[in-house]
């Protein structure tokens, strides 16, 4: 937040004064009440946001991984057990050819 200044201007003019002397100029700057801490709170909280949802980020994508893993494991069981079964077909027209 930017500083507040109040800007008080003052002039004293004395008209039996001679021509020579100059005017007095008085100039106050008054700062504003500070926010008491408010915006270290609002930065803080938004820290935690912030850092709260990286982290639920990363724990949505390493639960897509672990599922794109489970599929791949999957996908390759079943490649196996279609393997198993063609062998076993193989086996099986192996002994019905030599049975005759």
């Not at 949505?60 to 079964?85: C, H, L, M, P, Y």
């Amino acid at each position: 937040m930017a500083d507040e200044y109040v800007t008080e201007e003052r002039r004293t003019m004395t008209s039996d004064a001679p021509a020579a002397q100059p005017t007095h100029t008085t100039v106050i700057h008054e700062r504003g009440s500070s926010s008491g801490g408010s915006g270290i709170v609002i930065a803080l909280v938004l820290l935690v946001a912030v850092i709260g949802g990286f982290y639920l980020y990363s724990q949505t994508s390493s639960s897509e991984a672990a599922k794109n893993n489970a599929i791949a494991e999957a996908a390759s069981d079943v490649g196996n057990a279609a393997s198993q079964v063609g062998d076993a077909a193989e086996n099986a027209a192996d002994k019905v050819t030599d049975a005759n």
